[in-house]
């Protein structure tokens, strides 16, 4: 539980000091809660509690009198102990009363501590984008940088309208190491739904990128970047990496990865939820290695067909009726919740692998849950790989497909325009791999 808190930051939480009761083997102990959210709690360990994780514990939040909850134990530290309820997440009306019943101060303290902490992040930003900016670029000399965007609730993490007057279009927001290899995770001050209408503000950040750092030897483009790009009329070439290879690689190890879960082992389809997008096609193609038949849903098809690629089969379709008998999901779509328009038409016990951005949201996630449909995160790892600060909604090991590719080529420029199982072999001879995670929650 440890590392899940330092993971998964989730939407709704407090540091609220609630006295909890725990009931394990027959015994009741008395303790605190350090951290409450929709689903996790960390409390302090009594002296006399010996559990694994793995085991179940009652727990009785003591001066609510509410009835017993089942929880599972997460982490077990010396001095504090994760939990994960067994039952559905707290809403946010049962997790408001047991945080207004914490004590007065507590409260106060918590409010305090939260904005000391979000007004710290917005003058660490401050200082990185003026008095500093040149001296970590000089002393990062970055190989490779991040180009990123964000939506309104992004930006308000890292700066308020007042402060961004103060800083240059483009903002340096953090570092990326890959080994021996540094980078910087930059984002420009234009939010998504602006980047989409207006090319010329496109223009603009990719110029700026070129201004900035013209020593560079990989600027990687993140999720729909490579599109408003190429709307602009920008031919993405050499330093610019578009990064389907990575985000493909990246979907096609992940896939494996589910086909050999034993609850899905028996299935050989697959279905790619915005199949028909720029990268959503080539992943159809990738994964007919891999699976039987690949459904490509999407509304953008206005009629149904299917390829034999002469490894498997490839429907086109935008018929949400195909959906009723496939269990193994990946979902490409623009924007996450987007799977809401369908997901009725799934079985239970199905499992979406979420490569999408924004992310499947939490309210959509509890709304799946209760139809019986998990979802995971879609990332990739390698050992050596950090980034920090984390972006929102992602662990700071945890490395975006889309970075891959850049990662990939500034240690072998010689793959420029390969092939993707060329690529493939060396992404995984190179250490990394794709994995599925539990989604952090904001």
């Not at 002296?47 to 793995?54: A, D, I, T, Y």
């Not at 800083?167 to 021996?180: K, Y």
């Amino acid at each position: 539980m440890k590392t899940a808190h330092k993971e998964r930051r989730r939407r709704s939480r407090s540091r609220t000091g609630i006295p909890v009761n725990l009931s394990f083997a027959n015994a009741t102990l008395e303790t605190t809660a350090y951290d409450i959210s929709v689903n996790e709690l960390r409390l302090k360990r009594p002296s006399r509690l010996f559990v694994e994780p793995g085991e179940n514990i009652d727990i009785r939040f003591g001066e609510t009198g509410d009835n017993a909850l089942t929880a599972t134990v997460a982490y077990v530290g010396k001095s504090d102990i994760g939990l994960t309820l067994v039952r559905e997440p707290l809403s946010d009306h049962e997790l408001h009363r047991l945080v207004t019943s914490a004590r007065g101060w507590r409260r106060r303290y918590v409010r305090s501590k939260r904005l000391l902490w979000q007004n710290a992040r917005r003058f660490g930003v401050l200082a990185a984008n003026t008095w500093l900016r040149p001296l970590i670029i000089a002393l990062v000399r970055p190989r490779f940088v991040f180009a990123v965007y964000g939506n309104e609730k992004d930006a308000e993490t890292y700066f308020t309208p007042g402060l961004v007057r103060l800083m240059p279009p483009n903002l340096v927001l953090g570092f990326i190491r890959n080994q021996n290899t540094r980078g910087l995770l930059v984002a420009s001050q234009s939010l998504e739904n602006t980047l989409q209408a207006d090319s010329q503000k496109v223009r603009d950040y990719i110029d700026e990128l070129h201004r900035d750092f013209p020593d560079v030897e990989r600027i990687a483009l993140v999720g729909r970047l490579p599109n408003f790009v190429q709307k602009a009329g920008i031919d993405i070439t050499a330093p610019l990496v578009e990064g389907s290879l990575g985000t493909r690689y990246m979907i096609w190890d992940v896939a494996r990865q589910m086909r050999e879960r034993p609850e899905y082992a028996q299935y050989r389809s697959i279905v790619v939820l915005g199949g028909a997008g720029r990268i959503g096609n080539a992943v159809c193609e990738d994964l007919t290695n891999l699976y039987d038949r690949v459904v490509a849903l999407d509304p953008r098809y206005r009629e149904e067909t299917e390829t034999d690629t002469g490894q498997g089969t490839i429907l086109r379709t935008a018929d949400v009726t195909h959906l009723h008998n496939e269990h193994l999901y990946i979902g490409l779509t623009h924007h996450g919740d987007v799977v809401l328009e369908f997901y009725q038409h799934m079985p239970a016990g199905s499992m979406i692998a979420d490569d999408t951005h924004p992310c499947i949201s939490l309210t959509a996630r509890e709304r799946l849950r209760a139809n019986g449909i998990t979802v995971e995160k879609v990332v990739l790892s390698h050992d050596e790989f950090l980034m920090w600060p984390r972006m929102p909604a992602w662990n700071n090991r945890a490395i975006p497909g889309c970075l891959v590719e850049a990662l990939v080529l500034v240690q072998r420029p010689d793959l420029d325009g390969s092939d993707f199982l060329s690529f493939c072999r060396q992404a995984e001879t190179m250490g990394f791999a794709g994995r599925l995670i539990r989604p952090l929650e904001e």
